[in-house]
Antibody, heavy 112, light 108 residues
């Protein structure tokens, strides 16, 4: 199971940190992805973090590169999405996923 | 940037077969996966690695691949299959995921 949290209302230019807790599988062995979905729109990949054994490298979509960062804490079976310099177009439901398993998502609203 | 192209909508009657296609230049070299998303719900993986079906997914769902096109086939469509279906693959460098725009399946 994957459970996201941390969503809410943020002002443009502000910051927010999302969390995703995992249970039921060996978290440390899997790459964790973040995917978002703006209201009424399709799925958009945000980024991914590989395993600590691989050095936990990250990749990001062009739309968020330089503003968002992904980290993980295998001791807590949790991955994080740090969102900085948030823009209006970042408003969406954010999911963490390992492809075969998705959380229910956490909603981020952006408004002044 | 790499793109996957899906037909926006498909409509079939109950009991018929629905075919949803996804096209992309790198699909001959990269696996494709399919997700079902019902309104208000998170996506669910229904096909992975072009043709494999996860446990718990009905056998009515199948996948195939030919050249630059992958196809999700839903046989004997039921009302509960009404959803948006997304294909997903990776860019040629394996650095990032790409999603198709989604196909809305309507069961008449």
């Amino acid at each position: 199971q994957l459970v996201e949290s941390g969503g809410g209302l943020v002002e443009p230019g502000g910051s927010l940190r999302l969390s995703c807790g995992a249970t039921g599988f060996v978290f440390s062995e899997l790459w964790m992805n973040w995917v978002r979905q703006a209201p009424g729109k399709g799925l958009e990949w945000v980024g991914r973090i590989k395993t600590e054994a691989e050095g936990a490298p990250t990749d990001y979509a062009a739309a968020v590169k330089g503003r968002f960062s992904i980290s993980r804490d295998d001791s807590l079976n949790t991955t994080y999405l740090q969102m900085n310099n948030v823009k209006i177009e970042d408003a969406a439901r954010y999911y963490c996923t390992i492809s075969a398993l998705w959380g229910q998502g956490t909603l981020v609203a952006v408004s002044s | 940037s790499y793109e996957l192209t899906q037909t926006p909508s498909v409509a079939v009657s109950p009991g018929q077969t629905a075919r949803i296609t996804c096209s992309g230049d790198s699909l001959p070299k990269q696996y494709a996966h399919w997700y079902q998303q019902r309104p208000g719900q998170a996506p669910i993986l229904v096909i992975y690695k072009d043709t494999e079906r996860p446990s718990g997914i009905p056998a009515r769902f199948s996948g195939s691949s030919s050249g630059t096109t992958v196809t999700l086939t839903i046989s004997e469509v039921q009302a509960e299959d009404e959803a948006v279906y997304y294909c997903q693959s990776s860019d040629p460098s394996h650095s990032y995921w790409v999603f198709g725009g989604g196909t809305e399946l309507t069961v008449l």
